[in-house]
């Protein structure tokens, strides 16, 4: 799920109809009266189940976080510290803190712009660096810092056309008078994407990457889930870079020319980090059911290649953002949190790649919608600690991370909180 979508939907709890809000609520009280609701309902292994070693422990610390901190650096740095003190006092041992949420820098960066999110608009240096500065402090308190990058996407939510500077390369492209460049950047759906058929837009995100590696003392490089967005090859409006694929002589079919194009970012990565500092790792955050990330209508992320041949990633955290009981169409939900985690275990069997699990404490105490009369996210208080229990179990997960920070201290999720950290303590 995009960052937009997490987002809009706290919005949206707000905004549904007060009789479906209090009927899930009335709903969810019935249970607690009952005894229905606990904190150890089926659980999904002893909390005595071994610890892997250097088991990772995360959070997502995304744009809407910086979003929220001081612009000026007093300000700033206070905000950061106090975040880092929360992950440590919680028992993380690590940050996927976004560094380019949209074709922008949270660094000065000769390749992209400041970003809103670190001065307040695009363009403008805040007058220090905010990148540098979270290093600093999270090592301080023993937490890894792996750099969180989107690679493709230049707007999205929060940041609009009229927000980018005239130094974004995007502005530039489509002012230069240069039609060699205009197809680099891509208008699709109301929103801006840099073209993945470009070599030399790969190679921009490539260099991005590169001085990031080697102006800072990070611990890994992180992408999520967007590369492509959902395409139609059918409808001149959606078909996005077909006109690339037409032209390319390729004869691979489309589908499979664009995971390539993808599949080429993600080498160049890679092995621009290893040939700069070998212990860096490099990570993808895909969606977390395996039959949707393998679409031949979007994304294009050819996960088999990457979980089974060397020089793609190091690690894999597939977003399972299900609980047990998601259901779809009154039945078990082929995406639920055991079958999604089972799947990704088989497929982690099949290469050397490390796997570990992204968790949506985002969901916790809320009435997300997941097939059940009242959501099981209302009706139980320790869905994370029995979803690290069961990967616990398994052997083959080594690490967690959860969506999102802001979670950490949000009174509905505060007994979830409790009952997972305190594993971790």
Not at 101 to 124: L, N, V
Request: glycine share 8%; net charge neutral; proline share 5%.
């Amino acid at each position: 799920m995009s960052e937009r979508n997490r987002w809009s939907y706290f919005k949206n709890i707000c905004r549904r109809s007060s009789r479906h809000r209090l009927a899930s609520l009335l709903l969810a009280a019935v249970f607690m009266m009952t005894g229905t609701m606990t904190s150890s309902a089926g659980p999904a292994g002893s909390s005595q189940t071994p610890v892997q070693s250097g088991e990772l422990r995360g959070v997502w610390i995304s744009y809407l976080d910086w979003n929220k901190w001081p612009k000026d650096y007093n300000g700033f740095t206070q905000a950061v510290d106090l975040a880092m003190d929360t992950c440590a006092a919680n028992g993380m041992n690590a940050v996927f803190v976004q560094v380019r949420p949209d074709g922008d820098a949270m660094y000065p960066s000769k390749y992209f712009p400041w970003s809103k999110f670190a001065s307040g608009q695009q363009g403008k240096d805040p007058g220090y660096d905010p990148l540098a500065y979270v290093v600093q402090s999270a090592h301080a308190r023993g937490l890894k810092v792996h750099a969180w990058v989107n690679p493709f996407r230049i707007t999205g939510y929060l940041n609009r056309y009229s927000d980018l500077c005239s130094t974004n390369p995007a502005v530039v492209w489509a002012n230069d008078g240069d039609p060699a460049n205009d197809r680099w950047v891509l208008l699709h759906q109301g929103e801006y994407y840099y073209n993945p058929a470009i070599p030399q837009v790969r190679q921009m995100v490539i260099d991005g990457v590169r001085e990031i590696v080697e102006g800072y003392d990070v611990d890994g490089i992180h992408f999520d889930d967007y590369f492509y967005p959902g395409v139609n090859d059918g409808d001149a409006a959606l078909w996005f870079d077909k006109p690339e694929y037409l032209v390319s002589g390729s004869s691979m079919s489309i589908a499979d020319w664009r995971r390539d194009n993808v599949n080429q970012l993600v080498k160049g990565i890679y092995s621009t980090i290893k040939s700069i500092k070998p212990g860096v790792v490099f990570g993808i955050s895909p969606e977390g059911y395996l039959k949707n990330l393998r679409s031949n209508t979007r994304l294009f992320v050819d996960i088999d290649t990457w979980m089974t041949q060397p020089g793609y990633i190091d690690y894999i955290m597939p977003q399972i953002y299900w609980g047990f009981e998601a259901k779809t169409g009154g039945q078990p939900a082929p995406y639920a949190y055991s079958n999604c985690l089972r799947d990704w275990i088989e497929l982690k069997k099949k290469g050397n790649v490390t796997l570990y699990a992204g968790l949506a404490l985002y969901k916790t105490g809320t009435d997300t919608k997941d097939g059940n009369e009242v959501p099981e996210w209302l009706r139980y208080n320790d869905i994370m600690r029995r979803q690290v229990l069961e990967g616990r179990q398994s052997g083959q997960v080594s690490g967690y991370c959860f969506y999102d920070f802001s979670s950490l201290t949000r009174a509905g999720a505060a007994a979830e909180v409790a009952n997972v950290t305190a594993l971790f303590k």
